[in-house]
Protein backbone atom coordinates (compact mmCIF):
# COMPACT_ATOMS: atom_id res chain seq x y z
CA UNK A 1 0.00 0.00 0.00
CA UNK A 2 1.06 3.78 -1.08
CA UNK A 3 0.37 6.86 0.91
CA UNK A 4 0.34 10.40 -1.32
CA UNK A 5 0.36 13.96 0.69
CA UNK A 6 0.57 16.47 -1.57
CA UNK A 7 3.06 18.85 -0.32
CA UNK A 8 1.19 21.63 -1.51
CA UNK A 9 -1.77 21.67 0.65
CA UNK A 10 -3.69 18.41 1.09
CA UNK A 11 -5.78 18.55 -2.04
CA UNK A 12 -5.92 14.71 -2.68
CA UNK A 13 -5.18 11.49 -1.27
CA UNK A 14 -4.02 8.22 -3.10
CA UNK A 15 -4.47 5.03 -1.66
CA UNK A 16 -3.01 2.08 -3.80
CA UNK A 17 -1.86 -1.38 -3.62
CA UNK A 18 1.72 -1.97 -3.68
CA UNK A 19 1.08 -5.02 -5.25
CA UNK A 20 -0.80 -4.45 -8.26
CA UNK A 21 -4.01 -6.03 -6.35
CA UNK A 22 -7.10 -4.03 -4.92
CA UNK A 23 -8.35 -1.14 -6.55
CA UNK A 24 -6.94 2.38 -6.03
CA UNK A 25 -8.87 5.44 -4.25
CA UNK A 26 -8.91 8.54 -4.53
CA UNK A 27 -10.29 11.21 -2.46
CA UNK A 28 -10.46 14.71 -2.90
CA UNK A 29 -9.71 16.78 0.25
CA UNK A 30 -11.51 19.75 1.56
CA UNK A 31 -10.58 22.91 -0.35
CA UNK A 32 -8.28 25.30 2.09
CA UNK A 33 -11.70 27.46 2.73
CA UNK A 34 -13.60 24.48 4.06
CA UNK A 35 -10.99 23.06 6.60
CA UNK A 36 -9.82 25.98 8.00
CA UNK A 37 -12.03 25.30 11.55
CA UNK A 38 -10.18 21.96 12.18
CA UNK A 39 -6.62 23.15 11.99
CA UNK A 40 -4.84 24.13 15.10
CA UNK A 41 -1.58 26.10 14.12
CA UNK A 42 1.47 26.22 16.38
CA UNK A 43 1.35 29.91 17.35
CA UNK A 44 -2.27 28.80 18.46
CA UNK A 45 -1.23 26.02 20.66
CA UNK A 46 2.18 27.33 22.20
CA UNK A 47 0.32 30.07 24.56
CA UNK A 48 -2.14 27.12 25.70
CA UNK A 49 0.98 24.94 26.81
CA UNK A 50 2.70 27.98 28.38
CA UNK A 51 -0.57 29.01 30.67
CA UNK A 52 -0.92 25.13 31.79
CA UNK A 53 2.55 24.92 32.35
CA UNK A 54 1.71 28.18 35.23
CA UNK A 55 -1.55 26.98 36.20
CA UNK A 56 -0.80 23.35 36.88
CA UNK A 57 1.73 23.56 39.67
CA UNK A 58 -0.53 25.87 41.46
CA UNK A 59 -3.55 23.44 41.41
CA UNK A 60 -1.32 20.79 42.63
CA UNK A 61 -0.27 22.69 45.97
CA UNK A 62 -4.08 23.94 46.69
CA UNK A 63 -5.24 19.92 45.85
CA UNK A 64 -2.37 18.96 48.26
CA UNK A 65 -2.94 21.50 51.08
CA UNK A 66 -6.46 20.63 51.15
CA UNK A 67 -5.84 17.04 51.79
CA UNK A 68 -3.56 17.84 54.46
CA UNK A 69 -5.83 20.05 56.20
CA UNK A 70 -8.82 17.85 55.57
CA UNK A 71 -6.36 14.63 57.28
CA UNK A 72 -5.93 16.57 60.04
CA UNK A 73 -9.10 18.06 60.82
CA UNK A 74 -11.61 15.86 59.91
CA UNK A 75 -11.85 12.10 60.29
CA UNK A 76 -14.38 11.15 58.22
CA UNK A 77 -13.35 10.95 53.72
CA UNK A 78 -16.80 12.51 53.86
CA UNK A 79 -15.18 15.20 55.55
CA UNK A 80 -12.74 15.33 53.54
CA UNK A 81 -14.22 15.37 50.22
CA UNK A 82 -16.64 18.70 51.31
CA UNK A 83 -13.66 20.47 52.17
CA UNK A 84 -12.16 19.37 48.79
CA UNK A 85 -14.49 20.20 46.34
CA UNK A 86 -16.15 23.38 48.75
CA UNK A 87 -13.02 25.08 49.85
CA UNK A 88 -14.99 25.83 53.06
CA UNK A 89 -12.42 26.36 55.91
CA UNK A 90 -14.09 23.80 59.11
CA UNK A 91 -11.83 25.56 61.96
CA UNK A 92 -14.91 27.29 63.04
CA UNK A 93 -16.41 24.04 63.25
CA UNK A 94 -13.61 22.84 65.50
CA UNK A 95 -13.38 25.43 67.40
CA UNK A 96 -17.36 25.19 68.39
CA UNK A 97 -16.89 21.74 68.64
CA UNK A 98 -14.11 21.54 70.95
CA UNK A 99 -15.63 24.92 73.40
CA UNK A 100 -19.13 21.89 73.97
CA UNK A 101 -16.24 19.34 75.07
CA UNK A 102 -14.61 21.70 77.38
CA UNK A 103 -18.32 22.87 78.57
CA UNK A 104 -19.23 19.20 79.25
CA UNK A 105 -16.47 18.20 80.77
CA UNK A 106 -16.37 21.83 82.72
CA UNK A 107 -20.11 20.09 84.55
CA UNK A 108 -18.95 16.69 84.52
CA UNK A 109 -17.16 14.77 86.86
CA UNK A 110 -13.67 13.74 86.27
CA UNK A 111 -11.37 10.58 87.07
CA UNK A 112 -7.51 10.53 87.47
CA UNK A 113 -5.78 12.87 84.86
CA UNK A 114 -2.31 12.85 82.75
CA UNK A 115 0.72 12.86 85.11
CA UNK A 116 2.09 15.14 82.87
CA UNK A 117 1.61 16.90 79.50
CA UNK A 118 3.77 14.30 77.97
CA UNK A 119 1.28 11.71 78.61
CA UNK A 120 -1.71 13.78 77.49
CA UNK A 121 -0.26 14.15 74.22
CA UNK A 122 0.65 10.01 74.00
CA UNK A 123 -3.13 9.32 74.97
CA UNK A 124 -4.96 11.89 72.79
CA UNK A 125 -2.98 11.10 69.76
CA UNK A 126 -4.02 7.46 69.53
CA UNK A 127 -8.16 8.33 70.42
CA UNK A 128 -8.03 11.82 68.59
CA UNK A 129 -11.30 12.68 70.92
CA UNK A 130 -12.18 15.91 71.82
CA UNK A 131 -14.63 14.85 74.30
CA UNK A 132 -11.56 12.81 76.07
CA UNK A 133 -9.15 15.92 75.31
CA UNK A 134 -11.41 18.11 77.44
CA UNK A 135 -11.66 15.99 80.21
CA UNK A 136 -8.42 14.48 80.62
CA UNK A 137 -7.23 18.64 80.41
CA UNK A 138 -9.74 19.37 83.12
CA UNK A 139 -8.33 16.02 85.14
CA UNK A 140 -4.71 16.94 84.48
CA UNK A 141 -5.31 21.05 85.50
CA UNK A 142 -7.40 19.78 88.51
CA UNK A 143 -4.56 18.10 89.80
CA UNK A 144 -2.03 20.42 89.52
CA UNK A 145 -4.32 22.99 91.31
CA UNK A 146 -4.07 20.61 94.08
CA UNK A 147 -0.22 20.16 94.38
CA UNK A 148 0.01 23.95 93.69
CA UNK A 149 -2.85 24.56 97.37
CA UNK A 150 -0.68 21.53 98.70
CA UNK A 151 2.95 23.62 98.01
CA UNK A 152 1.37 26.97 99.39
CA UNK A 153 -0.47 25.38 102.59
CA UNK A 154 3.35 24.01 103.14
CA UNK A 155 5.13 26.91 102.55
CA UNK A 156 2.99 28.81 104.86
CA UNK A 157 3.81 26.42 107.43
CA UNK A 158 7.36 26.38 106.93
CA UNK A 159 7.27 30.31 106.89
CA UNK A 160 5.56 30.03 110.28
CA UNK A 161 8.50 27.70 111.67
CA UNK A 162 10.97 29.79 110.41
CA UNK A 163 9.34 32.93 111.81
CA UNK A 164 8.72 31.33 115.30
CA UNK A 165 12.03 30.21 115.82
CA UNK A 166 14.95 31.93 117.43
CA UNK A 167 17.90 31.96 115.28
CA UNK A 168 21.27 30.77 116.55
CA UNK A 169 23.32 33.59 116.28
CA UNK A 170 20.12 35.23 118.27
CA UNK A 171 20.42 33.05 120.88
CA UNK A 172 24.62 33.00 121.27
CA UNK A 173 24.21 36.95 121.58
CA UNK A 174 21.93 36.76 124.48
CA UNK A 175 23.90 33.60 126.35
CA UNK A 176 27.21 35.86 125.80
CA UNK A 177 25.20 38.66 127.04
CA UNK A 178 23.62 36.82 129.72
CA UNK A 179 27.44 35.64 130.79
CA UNK A 180 28.71 39.44 130.70
CA UNK A 181 25.92 40.72 132.96
CA UNK A 182 26.96 37.80 135.65
CA UNK A 183 30.89 38.34 135.41
CA UNK A 184 31.48 42.13 134.53
CA UNK A 185 30.90 44.68 136.88
CA UNK A 186 30.57 47.20 134.32
CA UNK A 187 27.63 45.09 132.79
CA UNK A 188 25.46 45.63 135.51
CA UNK A 189 25.97 49.21 135.68
CA UNK A 190 22.98 51.01 137.02
CA UNK A 191 20.93 52.36 133.39
CA UNK A 192 20.60 54.96 133.43
CA UNK A 193 23.81 56.83 135.28
CA UNK A 194 22.36 58.32 138.31
CA UNK A 195 23.28 62.33 136.47
CA UNK A 196 20.46 61.29 134.05
CA UNK A 197 17.89 59.59 136.26
CA UNK A 198 15.53 62.64 136.08
CA UNK A 199 15.40 62.78 132.82
CA UNK A 200 13.16 59.58 132.68
CA UNK A 201 10.07 61.80 134.23
CA UNK A 202 10.90 65.28 132.67
CA UNK A 203 7.86 66.26 130.16
CA UNK A 204 10.22 68.14 128.38
CA UNK A 205 12.50 65.37 126.67
CA UNK A 206 11.32 63.13 123.83
CA UNK A 207 10.29 59.92 125.56
CA UNK A 208 9.93 56.57 123.40
CA UNK A 209 8.99 53.16 124.69
CA UNK A 210 9.85 49.99 123.45
CA UNK A 211 8.32 46.45 124.75
CA UNK A 212 10.77 43.87 123.15
CA UNK A 213 12.53 40.61 124.43
CA UNK A 214 15.17 40.99 121.29
CA UNK A 215 18.38 42.46 122.17
CA UNK A 216 19.36 43.08 118.30
CA UNK A 217 15.99 44.51 117.09
CA UNK A 218 15.92 46.88 120.37
CA UNK A 219 19.57 48.16 119.46
CA UNK A 220 18.71 48.39 116.01
CA UNK A 221 15.65 50.61 116.92
CA UNK A 222 17.64 52.78 119.61
CA UNK A 223 20.54 53.39 116.90
CA UNK A 224 18.77 54.27 113.86
CA UNK A 225 16.28 56.47 116.26
CA UNK A 226 19.31 58.33 117.57
CA UNK A 227 21.54 58.66 114.10
CA UNK A 228 18.49 60.12 112.63
CA UNK A 229 17.23 62.35 115.08
CA UNK A 230 17.81 66.39 114.94
CA UNK A 231 18.78 66.53 118.67
CA UNK A 232 19.92 63.00 120.14
CA UNK A 233 20.59 64.78 123.36
CA UNK A 234 16.70 64.82 123.98
CA UNK A 235 15.91 61.39 123.43
CA UNK A 236 14.88 58.79 126.35
CA UNK A 237 14.25 55.25 125.42
CA UNK A 238 12.35 52.86 127.80
CA UNK A 239 12.75 49.41 127.49
CA UNK A 240 10.72 46.97 129.10
CA UNK A 241 11.60 43.06 128.84
CA UNK A 242 10.86 40.29 130.41
CA UNK A 243 12.30 38.36 132.91
CA UNK A 244 14.63 36.07 131.42
CA UNK A 245 15.96 38.35 128.96
CA UNK A 246 16.18 41.67 131.41
CA UNK A 247 20.00 40.22 132.00
CA UNK A 248 21.52 40.10 128.10
CA UNK A 249 19.45 43.58 127.41
CA UNK A 250 20.60 45.36 130.28
CA UNK A 251 24.33 44.28 129.62
CA UNK A 252 24.35 45.40 126.17
CA UNK A 253 22.97 49.09 126.17
CA UNK A 254 25.38 49.21 129.52
CA UNK A 255 28.45 48.18 127.69
CA UNK A 256 27.12 49.95 124.60
CA UNK A 257 26.11 53.23 126.14
CA UNK A 258 24.17 55.91 123.79
CA UNK A 259 26.68 58.87 124.58
CA UNK A 260 23.64 61.39 122.87
CA UNK A 261 20.81 59.70 124.48
CA UNK A 262 19.61 58.18 127.93
CA UNK A 263 18.57 54.34 128.06
CA UNK A 264 16.19 52.63 130.68
CA UNK A 265 16.19 49.13 130.89
CA UNK A 266 13.52 47.69 133.15
CA UNK A 267 12.37 43.95 133.37
CA UNK A 268 8.36 43.38 134.40
CA UNK A 269 9.59 41.37 137.18
CA UNK A 270 10.89 44.95 138.47
CA UNK A 271 7.28 45.79 138.49
CA UNK A 272 4.82 45.90 141.74
CA UNK A 273 2.13 45.28 139.72
CA UNK A 274 -1.69 46.33 141.31
CA UNK A 275 -4.03 43.10 142.01
CA UNK A 276 -5.92 44.59 138.90
CA UNK A 277 -2.86 45.07 136.56
CA UNK A 278 -2.21 41.15 137.72
CA UNK A 279 -5.98 39.75 136.71
CA UNK A 280 -5.78 41.64 133.55
CA UNK A 281 -2.66 40.45 132.93
CA UNK A 282 -3.38 36.68 133.84
CA UNK A 283 -6.67 37.14 131.31
CA UNK A 284 -4.59 37.63 128.35
CA UNK A 285 -2.22 34.93 129.16
CA UNK A 286 -5.13 32.52 129.21
CA UNK A 287 -6.50 33.82 126.15
CA UNK A 288 -3.18 33.28 124.59
CA UNK A 289 -3.30 29.56 125.79
CA UNK A 290 -6.49 29.06 124.55
CA UNK A 291 -5.92 30.46 120.68
CA UNK A 292 -2.93 28.38 121.09
CA UNK A 293 -4.78 25.39 121.67
CA UNK A 294 -7.68 26.14 119.56
CA UNK A 295 -6.09 26.96 116.48
CA UNK A 296 -2.80 24.93 116.67
CA UNK A 297 -4.48 21.54 115.31
CA UNK A 298 -6.47 23.36 112.99
CA UNK A 299 -4.00 24.50 110.55
CA UNK A 300 -2.18 21.21 109.95
CA UNK A 301 -6.05 19.82 108.03
CA UNK A 302 -5.99 22.97 105.84
CA UNK A 303 -5.57 23.87 102.42
CA UNK A 304 -4.20 27.11 101.46
CA UNK A 305 -6.89 29.49 101.87
CA UNK A 306 -7.90 32.65 103.16
CA UNK A 307 -8.98 31.11 106.76
CA UNK A 308 -5.52 29.30 106.64
CA UNK A 309 -3.58 32.21 106.29
CA UNK A 310 -5.50 33.98 109.60
CA UNK A 311 -4.90 30.65 111.25
CA UNK A 312 -0.92 30.70 110.86
CA UNK A 313 -1.34 34.47 111.54
CA UNK A 314 -3.30 33.66 114.45
CA UNK A 315 0.12 31.30 115.36
CA UNK A 316 2.80 33.95 115.17
CA UNK A 317 4.91 34.71 117.99
CA UNK A 318 4.11 38.39 117.85
CA UNK A 319 0.54 37.51 117.90
CA UNK A 320 0.87 35.51 121.32
CA UNK A 321 3.15 37.65 122.60
CA UNK A 322 2.72 39.11 126.23
CA UNK A 323 5.29 41.92 125.34
CA UNK A 324 2.52 42.52 122.52
CA UNK A 325 -0.41 42.42 124.61
CA UNK A 326 0.97 44.74 127.33
CA UNK A 327 0.78 47.96 125.30
CA UNK A 328 -2.82 48.14 126.61
CA UNK A 329 -1.26 49.10 129.62
CA UNK A 330 1.08 51.88 129.11
CA UNK A 331 -0.26 54.51 131.41
CA UNK A 332 0.18 51.69 134.08
CA UNK A 333 3.59 51.07 133.26
CA UNK A 334 4.85 54.78 132.93
CA UNK A 335 2.58 56.39 135.53
CA UNK A 336 4.73 59.70 135.48
CA UNK A 337 4.50 59.75 131.81
CA UNK A 338 2.31 62.10 129.76
CA UNK A 339 3.54 61.69 126.37
CA UNK A 340 5.19 59.04 124.72
CA UNK A 341 5.99 57.79 121.34
CA UNK A 342 5.83 53.94 120.89
CA UNK A 343 8.05 51.86 118.36
CA UNK A 344 7.70 48.20 117.69
CA UNK A 345 10.86 46.78 118.05
CA UNK A 346 10.98 45.70 113.78
CA UNK A 347 11.32 48.94 112.86
CA UNK A 348 14.18 51.20 110.97
CA UNK A 349 13.57 55.34 112.22
CA UNK A 350 15.71 56.30 108.83
CA UNK A 351 14.83 60.29 109.01
CA UNK A 352 13.79 62.68 112.38
CA UNK A 353 10.69 62.26 114.44
CA UNK A 354 10.57 64.76 116.91
CA UNK A 355 7.56 66.27 114.96
CA UNK A 356 5.77 63.45 116.43
CA UNK A 357 6.15 65.36 119.99
CA UNK A 358 4.55 68.56 118.94
CA UNK A 359 1.15 67.34 117.27
CA UNK A 360 -1.73 68.30 118.12
CA UNK A 361 -3.93 65.22 119.13
CA UNK A 362 -7.03 67.56 119.28
CA UNK A 363 -8.17 65.76 122.46
CA UNK A 364 -7.40 62.62 121.06
CA UNK A 365 -5.75 59.63 122.69
CA UNK A 366 -3.39 57.96 120.07
CA UNK A 367 -2.16 59.67 116.96
CA UNK A 368 -1.65 56.79 113.83
CA UNK A 369 -0.91 55.98 109.98
CA UNK A 370 -4.12 54.77 108.77
CA UNK A 371 -2.55 54.39 105.38
CA UNK A 372 0.74 53.63 104.15
CA UNK A 373 1.91 52.15 101.11
CA UNK A 374 -1.79 52.51 99.25
CA UNK A 375 -1.46 56.14 99.30
CA UNK A 376 -5.13 58.01 99.60
CA UNK A 377 -7.07 54.71 99.28
CA UNK A 378 -7.12 52.49 102.23
CA UNK A 379 -5.81 49.00 101.90
CA UNK A 380 -7.97 46.43 101.02
CA UNK A 381 -6.28 43.86 103.71
CA UNK A 382 -6.47 47.17 106.49
CA UNK A 383 -10.39 47.01 106.32
CA UNK A 384 -12.40 45.96 109.48
CA UNK A 385 -13.79 43.36 106.94
CA UNK A 386 -10.28 41.49 107.37
CA UNK A 387 -10.01 42.04 110.95
CA UNK A 388 -13.72 41.00 112.11
CA UNK A 389 -16.09 38.38 111.91
CA UNK A 390 -19.50 40.47 110.47
CA UNK A 391 -21.45 37.22 110.53
CA UNK A 392 -21.32 37.68 114.24
CA UNK A 393 -24.30 39.87 115.31
CA UNK A 394 -22.19 42.15 118.15
CA UNK A 395 -19.54 42.58 115.21
CA UNK A 396 -21.77 43.76 112.63
CA UNK A 397 -23.97 46.30 114.51
CA UNK A 398 -21.00 48.01 116.11
CA UNK A 399 -18.63 48.37 113.40
CA UNK A 400 -18.93 49.37 109.87
CA UNK A 401 -16.83 46.82 107.39
CA UNK A 402 -15.26 49.34 105.09
CA UNK A 403 -14.03 51.10 107.65
CA UNK A 404 -9.72 51.67 107.76
CA UNK A 405 -7.83 49.98 110.38
CA UNK A 406 -5.43 52.24 111.77
CA UNK A 407 -1.54 50.61 112.18
CA UNK A 408 0.97 49.93 114.89
CA UNK A 409 5.00 50.43 114.81
CA UNK A 410 4.76 53.60 115.24
CA UNK A 411 1.98 55.71 117.58
CA UNK A 412 1.83 58.70 119.99
CA UNK A 413 0.06 58.47 123.08
CA UNK A 414 -1.04 61.08 125.30
CA UNK A 415 -1.35 59.17 128.87
CA UNK A 416 -2.67 61.57 130.61
CA UNK A 417 -5.97 61.66 128.27
CA UNK A 418 -5.63 58.02 128.88
CA UNK A 419 -5.78 57.45 132.19
CA UNK A 420 -8.89 59.91 131.88
CA UNK A 421 -10.77 57.64 129.49
CA UNK A 422 -12.02 53.38 130.26
CA UNK A 423 -10.42 52.59 127.64
CA UNK A 424 -8.43 49.35 129.15
CA UNK A 425 -11.41 48.69 130.48
CA UNK A 426 -13.22 48.33 127.00
CA UNK A 427 -10.73 46.41 125.85
CA UNK A 428 -11.06 43.50 128.55
CA UNK A 429 -14.52 43.47 128.55
CA UNK A 430 -14.44 43.19 124.37
CA UNK A 431 -11.98 40.38 125.30
CA UNK A 432 -14.39 38.50 127.25
CA UNK A 433 -17.22 38.64 125.10
CA UNK A 434 -14.89 36.82 121.87
CA UNK A 435 -13.93 33.96 124.84
CA UNK A 436 -17.75 33.47 125.58
CA UNK A 437 -18.57 33.28 121.94
CA UNK A 438 -15.48 30.80 121.38
CA UNK A 439 -13.55 33.60 120.20
CA UNK A 440 -15.05 33.88 116.82
CA UNK A 441 -15.42 37.66 116.73
CA UNK A 442 -12.24 38.38 115.37
CA UNK A 443 -9.24 36.68 114.07
CA UNK A 444 -6.18 36.08 116.61
CA UNK A 445 -4.03 39.08 117.09
CA UNK A 446 -3.31 42.16 119.11
CA UNK A 447 -4.77 44.95 116.79
CA UNK A 448 -8.48 44.06 116.46
CA UNK A 449 -9.29 44.37 120.26
CA UNK A 450 -7.50 47.54 120.46
CA UNK A 451 -9.26 48.66 117.15
CA UNK A 452 -12.07 48.49 119.45
CA UNK A 453 -10.51 49.91 122.87
CA UNK A 454 -9.92 52.92 120.63
CA UNK A 455 -12.38 53.27 118.68
CA UNK A 456 -13.03 56.98 117.95
CA UNK A 457 -10.40 57.87 120.16
CA UNK A 458 -7.29 58.14 117.18
CA UNK A 459 -5.97 61.05 115.50
CA UNK A 460 -4.42 60.29 112.16
CA UNK A 461 -1.27 61.09 110.84
CA UNK A 462 0.51 62.29 107.57
CA UNK A 463 0.89 58.64 106.26
CA UNK A 464 4.16 59.08 104.67
CA UNK A 465 5.78 59.16 107.95
CA UNK A 466 5.45 55.03 108.09
CA UNK A 467 6.38 52.52 105.56
CA UNK A 468 4.77 49.07 106.62
CA UNK A 469 4.31 45.27 105.34
CA UNK A 470 8.11 44.58 104.38
CA UNK A 471 8.27 41.40 106.07
CA UNK A 472 5.53 40.69 103.18
CA UNK A 473 6.47 38.75 100.33
CA UNK A 474 3.85 40.34 97.82
CA UNK A 475 3.07 43.46 99.46
CA UNK A 476 6.56 44.23 99.70
CA UNK A 477 7.43 44.44 95.65
CA UNK A 478 4.82 46.89 95.51
CA UNK A 479 6.91 49.71 97.91
CA UNK A 480 8.98 52.13 95.43
CA UNK A 481 12.16 53.04 96.13
CA UNK A 482 11.53 56.84 96.50
CA UNK A 483 8.45 55.83 98.88
CA UNK A 484 10.98 53.90 101.29
CA UNK A 485 13.84 56.17 101.00
CA UNK A 486 10.89 59.26 102.28
CA UNK A 487 9.72 57.32 104.54
CA UNK A 488 10.48 58.77 108.61
CA UNK A 489 10.29 54.81 109.58
CA UNK A 490 10.10 51.57 108.02
CA UNK A 491 7.86 48.81 109.98
CA UNK A 492 9.21 45.10 109.06
CA UNK A 493 5.82 43.90 109.85
CA UNK A 494 4.90 40.30 108.69
CA UNK A 495 6.40 37.01 109.28
CA UNK A 496 10.03 37.57 107.17
CA UNK A 497 11.39 39.86 110.19
CA UNK A 498 15.36 41.20 108.96
CA UNK A 499 17.20 39.26 111.35
CA UNK A 500 15.75 35.94 109.87
CA UNK A 501 17.46 34.20 107.39
CA UNK A 502 13.88 34.26 105.47
CA UNK A 503 14.31 37.99 105.22
CA UNK A 504 14.24 39.25 102.06
CA UNK A 505 17.78 40.92 100.50
CA UNK A 506 16.18 43.87 99.01
CA UNK A 507 14.88 45.48 102.18
CA UNK A 508 17.23 43.78 104.86
CA UNK A 509 19.87 46.31 104.37
CA UNK A 510 17.66 48.98 105.49
CA UNK A 511 17.65 47.72 108.74
CA UNK A 512 21.26 45.54 108.37
CA UNK A 513 23.23 49.15 108.16
CA UNK A 514 22.35 49.58 112.32
CA UNK A 515 23.82 46.76 113.85
CA UNK A 516 26.76 47.37 115.31
CA UNK A 517 29.19 44.87 113.71
CA UNK A 518 32.60 46.01 115.92
CA UNK A 519 30.76 44.96 118.71
CA UNK A 520 32.90 41.65 119.79
CA UNK A 521 29.66 39.72 121.15
CA UNK A 522 27.71 40.38 117.54
CA UNK A 523 31.29 38.66 115.61
CA UNK A 524 31.61 35.96 118.35
CA UNK A 525 28.08 34.90 117.16
CA UNK A 526 28.41 35.68 113.50
CA UNK A 527 25.55 37.69 113.28
CA UNK A 528 26.51 39.51 109.93
CA UNK A 529 24.71 43.37 108.37
Request: hydrophobic letters at 40%; one cysteine or more; charged letters at 20%.
Amino acid sequence: MKFYISTKGIKRVTISNGAGKGSAKTTAAASPGAGSGRRISARTALPAVVVLGIVLPFLFVRIAILMLESAAACSSLECAGWRFFSGIDTSLELRDELTRALIEANDGNVNEGAGSFNELVKEMTSKQDLKAFAFKTKAMLSQLERKVQLARQQESVYWYLASHGVPKSLHCLCLKLAEEYAVNAMARSRLPPPEFVSRLVDPTFHHLVLLTDNVLAASVVVTSTVESSINPEKLVFHIVTDKKTYAPMHAWFATNSIKSAVVEVRGLHQYDWSEKVNAGVKEMLVTNHLIWKQYYNKEKDLYYTQEHSRYLEALRPSSLSLMNQLRIYMPELFPDLKKIVFLDDDVVVQHDISSLWDLDLNGKIIGSVFKSRCGDNCCPESKYMNYFNFSHPLVSSNFDGDQCAWLYGMNIFDLEAWRRTNITETYHQWLKLNLKSGMTMWNPGVLPPALIAFEGQVHPINPSMLVTDLGYRYRSEEISKEKLEAAAVIHFSGPAKPWLEIGFPEVRSLWSRYVNISNKFIRRCRITG
